[in-house]
């Protein structure tokens, strides 16, 4: 273990120091309280250029924004394996998906430590309430509640340790709901740590009718990459098939079936990927085809999005204003992500899976009061292995030296360590899995990126200063030879140091569908609540 208080006169002086600095610039922060409150807010596959904070330009988040105001925005945090179970099992044990064994859509092993397991050791009340996606009952959580798989949108059923149970109503408010009775219902003499996870925007994207009413008029800008044509980059792209135009399904596209059709006929009639659609307008039919049909399930695509996304808006919004009405605000961490980034277009592209920057790219908000300097941004290059050690050395407690990430409080602090990373390994391993997307790894520094697909033994170079939207693979220049030299090493050493012997490369679990959906378990007749 890593024993912090070794340090601890160290870390006192350089404490003081800061907010005697913080002082002489205008912001003097009281010293942080002990044993703070984590209320850990996810979502699924909600990009950050979803979100105004982040300067998105096709919707605004004011409660997110809020949270951002209030706190720091990291600018450079990624996923190290961009799908959602991988991911949940990285955030959960502070380890890359080769160590912790969840590198695709098999189920977590619960025997083994996670960060709710060392907090509830330590005396917090813990909590997991909403997407779970890891197959296995949660283990370390005093209070569970899960969704089944990918869960619903409408009328959930839930997974809780008496059996299964459903509530009706819509997701995202439900979860809400269930969080707030926690905070409620919590032993008021332990501090307490929320895992509270959001099903949305996952696919298929179905807002309620409020924010679905919201978005329907609206006509949202096109990303300059929509009709990427892949000119010059691997097979791997060429080939995928997540494209806005042609890979939407009659199901993601709210298209109605004939009402004749029942059971696998209507199944199968929705999951066709239509070449042509017949709208209505202004009383008149019409048939798109062509550059007016992808426009079209463009604008359909991103409309129920960012409908989805509004709604979590909203009930972040219920959450911050329930804290600070039970006088909870100064003593709790609340920090909001998503599970990975999400392609809203970009490149043509839905979902994720890529080591694209909008794929890998998390949103990241941390508010913290008396600790972070409101208003505050970070370029660290921060990854999803160092959420874990972040709650844990907030909490007071050593980080386990098996953790692979490194927590971030230095930097919530407003300190940089000199020695803080700056370049991170991804590795992608579901081929050809769903979407067609092919197996890959790679390294990004705070300038480049080098993409390794090895089972076509291709790569792709981006410099990110010069070619932010990844439209041009150097990986040939000539003149870029030097660069591809000295990432393949960095990839190489940072593999190396990872331990990524490559145990997992072609030995894929074959459980789960369409986005991995786990058998579901039915313990005991559905009730109603």
């Not at 209030?70 to 998906?97: H, Q, W």
């Not at 994207?205 to 980059?233: C, S």
């Not at 979902?351 to 409101?374: A, H, L, N, Q």
Request: with cysteine; proline share 7%.
């Amino acid at each position: 273990m890593r024993d912090y208080n070794m340090n601890a006169p160290i870390r006192s002086l350089v404490t003081l120091l800061v907010l005697s600095l913080s002082g002489l610039f205008g912001w003097a922060a009281p010293a942080a309280p002990s044993r703070p409150n984590i209320l850990f807010i996810m979502t699924d596959d909600h990009a950050a250029h979803a979100i105004s904070a982040y300067g998105s330009q096709v919707n605004q988040t004011p409660q997110l924004d809020r949270l951002a105001r209030e706190g720091m925005r990291f600018d450079r945090c990624f996923a190290v394996n961009s799908i959602c179970t991988p991911s949940r099992a990285t955030i959960l044990t502070g380890k890359y998906s080769h160590i912790n064994g969840v590198t695709v859509f098999n189920r977590i092993d619960g025997a083994q430590p996670n960060v709710a397991k060392y907090l509830q050791a330590a005396g917090y009340y813990t909590g997991l309430l909403g997407k779970w996606h890891l197959g296995s009952d949660p283990t370390g959580f005093d209070k569970w509640a899960v969704l089944p798989g990918q869960g619903a949108y409408f009328d959930p059923d839930f997974l809780v340790p008496e059996g299964r149970t459903q509530i009706k109503g819509y997701a995202t408010d439900i979860i809400t709901d269930l969080a707030i009775d926690f905070l409620k219902n919590r032993p008021k003499d332990k501090p307490f740590f929320l895992m509270c996870h959001h099903k949305a925007p996952h696919r298929n994207w179905q807002p309620d009718e409020k924010h679905k009413a919201m978005f329907a008029g609206k006509v949202i800008p096109e990303p300059a990459t929509l009709r990427d044509n892949y000119e010059g980059r691997t097979d791997a792209l060429h080939e995928n098939k997540q494209r806005v135009f042609y890979d939407l399904t009659r199901n993601d596209l709210k298209l109605e079936p004939p009402t004749d059709l029942t059971g696998p006929a209507r199944n199968q009639w929705l999951n066709v990927k239509p070449t042509e659609v017949e709208i209505t307008v202004l009383g008149q039919k019409k048939l798109l085809t062509g550059e007016e049909l992808n426009a079209w399930k463009y604008q359909r695509y991103l409309q129920d999005y960012l409908a989805c996304v509004q709604s979590v808006d909203d009930n972040v919004g219920r959450l911050l204003d329930w804290l600070e009405a039970a006088g909870l605000r100064e003593n709790t961490i609340i920090i909001y992500t998503s599970d990975q980034g999400f392609f809203l277009g970009d490149h043509g592209l839905y979902d994720k899976r890529f080591m694209y920057e909008p794929s890998i790219r998390m949103p990241f908000i941390v508010r913290w009061p008396g600790v972070i300097k409101p208003g505050s941004t970070t370029d660290a290059i921060t990854i999803n292995p160092d959420f874990a050690p972040t709650f844990l050395e907030a909490a007071g407690l050593p980080v386990p030296v098996d953790m692979q990430g490194r927590s971030l409080v230095s930097i919530l602090q407003g300190r940089r360590p000199t020695d803080w990373r700056h370049s991170f390994y991804y590795r992608y391993y579901h081929d050809p899995g769903d979407h067609n997307t092919r197996a890959h790894y790679g390294v990004r520094t705070e300038t480049h990126k080098l993409i390794y697909f090895w089972k076509k033994d291709q790569y792709e170079l981006y410099d990110l200063r010069n070619d932010p939207g990844e439209m041009h693979n150097l990986y040939s220049d000539p003149a870029q030879q030097g660069v591809v030299a000295e990432l393949r090493a960095e990839m190489l050493r940072l593999k190396k140091e990872l331990k990524d012997d490559d145990q997992f490369a072609d030995k894929m679990p074959t459980n789960g569908g369409v986005d991995g959906p786990f058998p579901d378990k039915q313990r005991i007749p559905p009730r109603v609540l």
